[in-house]
């Protein structure tokens, strides 16, 4: 799966949920709703369990629940009118803030354990190298000793 499949699908992830979160509200607890939302919510893990076949469980659900709230915030602050305050404003920033440092974290993970892997192919190429070098030399020193 390529990554583009991958953050498309944590896309559909994000938006079931928020979907069945508004549909509980918008609702106001009617039985509808709520089976509507319990539907919507295994959909959006589906997606999320697909996502993670190539995505990180750190960074995908960092972006989940955060962009999954701020899309509750915004429609609830469009839709149902409710007001958002400072504290909520600095909490939505600080958590994007959050999601940058785990991507930061991730991407900074992959390049080390890249470099390890080549220095390890590099190792063993030397190795075999190595191994073939000795091989010849034995193969030479028998034939001097058979040649003597």
Sequence with gaps: MSLKVAYCLL????STEVLAVNLMKASEGAL????????????SYYFMALSLKRLSISVAYA???VLGAVCVVGISL???GEELFWTQKLGILL??????????AEIK???SEAKEAKKAAESMECME???QESQRNSQQH???KESQ
Excluded at 32 to 43: D, P
Aim: glycine content about 8%; overall charge negative; some cysteine.
């Design 95 to 104: 958590s994007f803030c959050g999601i940058g440092l785990i991507n930061y």
């Design 11 to 14: 896309v559909a992830a994000i």
């Design 63 to 65: 972006i989940w629940e």
């Design 109 to 111: 993970a992959q390049k």
């Design 129 to 131: 190298s190595n191994e």
């Design 78 to 80: 469009f839709y149902f």
């Design 32 to 43: 509808f709703g709520f089976v509507s939302m319990l539907v919507l919510l295994v959909v």
């Design 142 to 144: 028998e034939a001097q």
